[in-house]
């Protein structure tokens, strides 16, 4: 069997997982408590920001999972990044990781904690603490829901994927939930990403696997440049599918790590989708590199452009500033051998402008909610990919507003 | 005599040099053919763009500079970068160069060509080169004004400056004129500064002092982190001020750095403040770094930041995206140690929060024009700014709009 998207899938899909979430009243109105169990303990795997300003639930989690690389819990709030917060703001943290593993009666060290929201301000602990006892976990597409609300801040649309496959000959979900750039205040684009799954795997093999696969991935998407203090991609693996424990010598493999690669890549576009402000996404794909790595890093550099990202959002096909972002990417390219096509229509051939219908490419740019812009660099034979989004005047409001 | 500014000084100041600029049809109103000339051959240096694409004046300057170090004089014009048009590009930089040759009867190689506007584009050159010919060249104000235009894009003001000082007890004058960020289509926030000086020096010592100064300086602006392929600065010094040749080894060198220096930042600071849509001039001072290096690295990450530039358009002292930009920098610093102003108002000591009046730093982002933000890394003795722009609806309407 290959692999098959769940329209329908959660992130409880997999077996024995279960979710909740609440208002406990950190932000306004919407939900900003939400929490994510494993009934058997899970082999886990996460990445961290590489901002060296880290918030204290990442520097917590951190500790807690190096201990046996086992979760069995994660709680999350939105609403306040307890970042910038300090010996209090740690006091905080390990205060929502004990309250989690009392009501679950599990390990401290097996509860992950994640905060997204504003910098530098306390955490209101008389509104998540007593929350968390309320917390009701169960495995509904209700629940899954209010998880998928409770862990987003300025995001537009919940963001969930769910993939089924078969390793062993038993049946294998993968399910991700995560939210994206965009925080209420003072709105960092704190990514954060859970991904369950029942496949049996132990946890260091699934490290690799997961650091292999965001830097394919979710270090692939980029809304503004900025790299929040919150970010964190966390796996959780509870083996209850009951395959053949997964290792890189497993006749699957492949398909396991293509399973975490495809539920890593949705979530990335969804993310990259739902930038601030953004009314569509950028897809660069890059071939004919001398590396895969430089690949990726003109992709990036494309996509990341602030000349781009406004010609799309203007819908000018204004293959001067993709050229310019390929040259000033740091990978060495020879200027002559580019060629560029945008939504399949060729605008430059080994460098050289071809004759195109300014008016189909237009028409392109203003009817796709997905442009794609391929580059050929004509070098080597390694491609890579990169996603992103329009710069708009929604960027700007968004981000211009005062925090009270 | 220190070094004076004069407000009066424009690039003709200096001994011996004279400009001219007219209106030849590229653009469709404003003056776009610029000729800057010395009466006699002038020792020269020069910095290029890092864009590994680079318009095909640049290649050709650098070519003819590298001959003999000497230049008399630069043809510019505005409208059409001559970038990514191949050969028929290099034929068309040289024919500029030649033209300007024969008109002031001097070495074709010492005739720098420079060109800025739209990526792409055949050049057209029924306009230009029987413009150049009508070029008329004087020392008069006026003809400083026609300059300043022509070499002009999407910049809002015309940028120029003048210093002057003694060294051997003659008078030496360093004047400069430059352009900014934004292209008139397709916007590329191409940067040419063009430096003269009656100062006595030789070309290579020039180029030495140039190479140190334009990381201090120009290398330390940021309006949208894209770095255009014809972006160029060009110190020319004729020795007609007839002071004692300048090396290394002269009592007054430090005087003549600093001349070439706070030329070099005025004009940066100018550039910076015209970038596109910015309403305001950012400076951000970065103070106990372990190194000149880190401090600048820290220093243009912030400037850089997309979510501080839409902060401070916004008026928000939002000191959490400040420190997330510095822990991304990637520099090594001690997240702990942070101490923040902005305008004079301290809001984080040892990366701790001050209580603060919110009221008077959102006037302070209101009323000023240059917004002061100083950090102090508390970790070494090394200092070093950086300068930017806010971010406004502005750079997005300038950036959206379709190129015809």
């Given at each position: 069997?290959?692999?098959?998207?769940?329209?329908?899938?959660?992130?409880?899909?997999?077996?024995?997982?279960?979710?909740?979430?609440?208002?406990?009243?950190?932000?306004?109105?919407?939900?900003d408590?939400?929490?994510?169990?494993?009934?058997?303990?899970?082999?886990?795997?996460?990445?961290?920001?590489?901002?060296k300003?880290?918030?204290?639930?990442?520097?917590l989690?951190?500790?807690?999972?190096?201990?046996?690389?086992?979760?069995?819990?994660?709680?999350?709030?939105?609403?306040?990044?307890?970042a910038?917060?300090?010996?209090?703001?740690?006091?905080?943290?390990?205060?929502m990781?004990?309250?989690?593993?009392?009501?679950?009666?599990?390990?401290?060290?097996?509860?992950?904690?994640?905060?997204?929201?504003?910098?530098?301000?306390?955490?209101?602990?008389?509104?998540?603490?007593?929350?968390?006892?309320?917390?009701?976990?169960?495995?509904?597409?209700?629940?899954?829901?209010?998880?998928?609300?409770?862990?987003?801040?300025?995001?537009?649309?919940?963001?969930?994927?769910?993939?089924?496959?078969?390793?062993?000959?038993?049946?294998?979900?993968?399910?991700?939930?995560?939210?994206?750039s965009?925080?209420?205040?003072?709105?960092?684009?704190?990514?954060?990403?859970?991904?369950?799954?029942?496949?049996?795997?132990?946890?260091?093999?699934?490290?690799?696997?997961?650091?292999?696969?965001?830097?394919?991935?979710?270090?692939?998407?980029?809304?503004?440049?900025?790299?929040?203090?919150?970010?964190?991609?966390?796996?959780?693996?509870?083996?209850?599918?009951?395959?053949?424990?997964?290792?890189?010598?497993?006749?699957?493999?492949?398909?396991?790590?293509?399973?975490?690669?495809?539920?890593?890549?949705?979530?990335?576009?969804?993310?990259?989708?739902?930038?601030?402000?953004?009314?569509?996404?950028?897809?660069?794909?890059?071939?004919?590199?001398?590396?895969?790595?430089?690949?990726?890093?003109?992709?990036?550099?494309?996509?990341?452009?602030?000349?781009?990202?406004?010609?799309?959002?203007?819908?000018?096909?204004?293959?001067?500033?993709?050229?310019?972002?390929?040259?000033?990417?740091?990978?060495?390219?020879?200027?002559?051998?580019?060629?560029?096509?945008?939504?399949?229509?060729?605008?430059?051939?080994?460098?050289?402008?071809?004759?195109?219908?300014?008016?189909?490419?237009?028409?392109?740019?203003?009817?796709?909610?997905?442009?794609?812009?391929?580059?050929?660099?004509?070098q080597g034979?390694?491609?890579?990919?990169?996603?992103?989004?329009?710069?708009?005047?929604?960027?700007?409001?968004?981000?211009?507003?005062?925090?009270?």
């Amino acid at each position: 069997m290959e692999i098959m998207k769940k329209e329908s899938g959660t992130i409880v899909s997999p077996k024995g997982f279960k979710v909740g979430g609440l208002h406990s009243g950190v932000k306004r109105k919407k939900k900003d408590l939400g929490i994510l169990y494993s009934e058997v303990p899970a082999q886990a795997a996460a990445v961290y920001t590489l901002n060296k300003v880290k918030a204290e639930p990442i520097k917590l989690t951190q500790k807690s999972l190096s201990k046996d690389g086992i979760i069995q819990a994660v709680i999350i709030n939105s609403g306040n990044a307890n970042a910038c917060t300090g010996k209090q703001g740690m006091y905080d943290a390990i205060k929502m990781q004990e309250e989690t593993a009392k009501k679950l009666n599990i390990e401290k060290d097996h509860v992950a904690v994640a905060s997204t929201g504003i910098i530098g301000m306390e955490m209101p602990m008389d509104k998540i603490i007593p929350h968390i006892s309320k917390l009701e976990i169960t495995k509904t597409k209700e629940a899954s829901l209010d998880f998928g609300e409770a862990i987003l801040t300025t995001d537009t649309f919940i963001k969930s994927v769910s993939f089924e496959t078969e390793i062993d000959g038993k049946k294998v979900i993968m399910s991700g939930a995560a939210k994206g750039s965009g925080m209420i205040e003072p709105k960092m684009g704190t990514m954060l990403s859970f991904i369950t799954t029942d496949a049996n795997i132990e946890a260091d093999i699934l490290d690799k696997a997961l650091k292999d696969i965001v830097n394919q991935t979710y270090n692939c998407i980029t809304v503004d440049g900025d790299t929040s203090t919150n970010d964190m991609v966390l796996v959780m693996a509870n083996g209850e599918a009951e395959n053949n424990l997964l290792t890189e010598n497993h006749p699957e493999w492949e398909k396991f790590t293509e399973l975490l690669k495809r539920t890593s890549e949705e979530l990335s576009k969804m993310i990259a989708r739902d930038g601030e402000g953004a009314s569509k996404l950028i897809e660069v794909t890059v071939k004919g590199a001398n590396m895969v790595t430089d690949a990726r890093k003109v992709a990036k550099s494309v996509v990341g452009s602030s000349l781009v990202k406004t010609a799309v959002f203007g819908t000018d096909a204004n293959w001067g500033r993709v050229i310019v972002a390929i040259g000033y990417s740091g990978v060495e390219i020879d200027p002559a051998q580019i060629d560029l096509t945008i939504g399949g229509i060729q605008l430059l051939e080994k460098s050289e402008p071809v004759t195109y219908s300014e008016e189909l490419a237009k028409k392109y740019l203003e009817e796709e909610e997905v442009i794609n812009i391929d580059i050929n660099l004509n070098q080597g034979s390694h491609s890579g990919k990169a996603w992103g989004c329009d710069l708009t005047y929604d960027y700007v409001r968004i981000n211009a507003s005062y925090r009270s």
